[in-house]
T-cell receptor, first 112, second 118 residues
């Protein structure tokens, strides 16, 4: 079953603008991860934020986590046409054999 | 590092035949691999967790006799779709955990295999 729910489902922006994508989940988690998928390809891991962290940065990516609201956001600054892809949040709950549970994904289009 | 490959990248087969998909971790040993299925414009659905040297753990609703998983070595897991039917057409993606590099929770994904059953 899916845990994360991203919004918006689709986002179209101009190159250079910032893109903000949100993810909400239902149960308590160990960590939350964001992945990117280019059309017809596998997933690329972008960033992981643990349940005791509130914000993380990686290059042009900024992720926040609010465990009280069970939500996370992914901000891509100064977007590029190459950022066009689907973005998924995925949560990890449980112990050593924990598994990823993916949201439905957000389709981001960056217009050149 | 942490590269995962899949073979083949795409396959077309006739209904009733069996198809084997390989997932390899190229530069690390993966005791645990995962198999996902993705329909067009939808999310990834976990099918099963593959553990080296033991039986796979299947998710609810996934037929283990239809989707045979073998994790014979620390770098190879195979998914065999037996007696494939058109409804099995999908994008199959594997992933592997790298327990000795990066965050243990991070999974590294293969490029996927597109299966079309005629």
């Amino acid at each position: 079953s899916q845990q994360g729910e991203e919004d918006p489902q689709a986002l179209s922006i101009q190159e250079g603008e910032n893109a903000t994508m949100n993810c909400s989940y239902k149960t308590s988690i160990n960590n939350l991860q964001w992945y990117r998928q280019n059309s017809g390809r596998g997933l690329v891991h972008l960033i992981l934020i643990r349940s005791n962290e509130r914000e993380k940065h990686s290059g042009r990516l900024r992720v926040t986590l609010d465990t009280s609201k069970k939500s996370s956001s992914l901000l891509i600054t100064a977007s590029r046409a190459a950022d066009t892809a689907s973005y998924f949040c995925a949560t990890v709950s449980g112990g050593a054999n924990s598994k990823l549970t993916f949201g439905k994904g957000i389709t981001l289009s960056v217009r050149p | 590092g942490a590269v995962v490959s899949q073979h083949p990248s795409w396959v077309i087969c006739k209904s009733g035949t069996s198809v084997k998909i390989e997932c390899r971790s190229l530069d690390f040993q993966a005791t645990t691999m995962f198999w996902y299925r993705q329909f067009p414009k939808q999310s990834l659905m976990l099918m099963a967790t593959s553990n080296e040297g033991s039986k796979a753990t299947y998710e609810q609703g996934v037929e283990k006799d239809k989707f045979l998983i073998n994790h014979a070595s620390l770098t190879l897991s195979t998914l065999t779709v037996t007696s494939a039917h058109p409804e099995d057409s999908s994008f199959y993606i594997c992933s592997a955990r790298n327990p000795s590099g990066g965050a243990a929770e991070t999974q590294y994904f293969g490029p996927g295999t597109r299966l079309l059953v005629l």
